[in-house]
């Protein structure tokens, strides 16, 4: 069993940049392929980026220049630096662990953070 716990979310406005933060339990945690992914009311989930356990990572053409998914593997923290946000980016925002074959479903997730850009 592995326990995501996320922060860093917040209110801001346009343009703005946020750090999102994942803290993982598992000591296997960097043999996880891990990732995030946001639920807006009323949406479909959305996979934004995942990084493998070699350390290479895709990214949403949506966030794509906008996005970095980074991990410390001794601190067994995954990040998420998101730059130029935009209203649309508005939504809980979900670190997740275990990957899928289906962009933005994991086998572990965590509570979320939520994130609210204003324009």
């Known amino acids: 069993q592995v326990q995501l716990v996320e922060s860093g979310g917040g209110s801001l406005q346009a343009g703005g940049s946020l750090r999102l933060s994942c803290a993982a339990s598992a000591y296997t945690f960097s043999t996880y392929c891990m990732g995030w992914f946001r639920q807006a009311p009323g949406k479909e989930r959305e996979g934004d980026a995942v990084?493998?356990?070699?350390?290479?990572?895709r990214y949403a053409d949506s966030v794509k220049g906008r996005f970095t998914i980074s991990k410390d593997n001794a601190k067994n923290t995954l990040y998420l630096q998101m730059n130029s946000l935009k209203p649309e980016d508005t939504a809980m925002y979900y670190c997740?662990?275990?990957?899928?074959?289906?962009?933005?479903?994991?086998?572990?997730w965590g509570h979320g953070t939520q994130v609210t850009v204003s324009s």
């Open positions: 997740g662990a275990g990957c899928t074959v289906v962009a933005g479903y994991f086998r572990y």
């Open positions: 990084i493998d356990s070699n350390g290479s990572t």
